[in-house]
T-cell receptor, first 111, second 112 residues
């Protein structure tokens, strides 16, 4: 069964304290792994798309990496404005394309 | 450039009623997907349409239906509303079926 598991469920950091979020997945016919940021009551905001193991992408304080079974979102020297829920999703093509989301990691960054 | 737009922003219905939610994709995008997000959970995939044809369907009952119009906008219909249908309904658009999806702000549906 296609599945996405994110850990930890919640993460509290001090400003400047770097850390990583994990996304483990099982999917048939992987067509892409996606990271989004979501603020309360709003739609998810696109961050990265990764397509193959070994691929890495960076944007400001964020860096996403991909292996055959998991992806990491590394946050370097976070700021309070990085506080949000970070969602991981995989696109799979098995008898119809589906995008499966994890439950997300709620990040709190304290000044 | 305008992003994905959804209407209405908020909606309150009673059990048993019908609701229609609307979505306009980013200009040039031909695929629209619908998701249901309950508080504290990740979005759950409902449907994906591309060029007016259904290309993917999630595990939702037949009370949920959708369609895509020639201008690539889309409607999500939910019949016989239940209390459990209360959620944020998200629409996302993409260039094609497997491309990166960009989300709208969502429609908050409350069923009383």
């Amino acid at each position: 069964e296609d599945q996405v598991t994110q850990s930890p469920e919640a993460l509290r950091l001090q400003e400047g304290e770097s850390s990583s979020l994990n996304c483990s997945y099982t999917v048939s016919g992987l067509r892409g792994l996606f990271w989004y940021r979501q603020d309360p009551g709003k739609g998810p905001e696109f961050l990265f798309t990764l397509y193959s193991a070994g691929e890495e992408k960076e944007k400001e304080r964020l860096k996403a990496t991909l292996t055959k079974k998991e992806s990491f979102l590394h946050i370097t020297a976070p700021k309070p404005e990085d506080s949000a829920t970070y969602l991981c999703a995989v696109g799979g093509d098995t008898g119809g394309f589906k995008t499966i989301f994890g439950a997300g990691t709620r990040l709190f960054v304290k000044a | 450039d305008a992003g994905v737009t959804q209407s209405p922003t908020h909606l309150i219905k009673t059990r048993g009623q019908h609701v229609t939610l609307r979505c306009s994709p980013i200009s040039g995008h031909k695929s629209v997907s619908w998701y249901q997000q309950v508080l504290g959970q990740g979005p759950q995939f409902i449907f994906q349409y591309y060029e007016k044809e259904e290309r993917g369907r999630g595990n939702f009952p037949d009370r949920f239906s959708a369609r895509q119009f020639p201008n690539y906008s889309s409607e999500l219909n939910v019949n016989a509303l239940l209390l459990g249908d209360s959620a944020l309904y998200l629409c996302a658009s993409s260039l094609a079926v497997t491309d990166t999806q960009y989300f709208g702000p969502g429609t908050r549906l409350t069923v009383l």
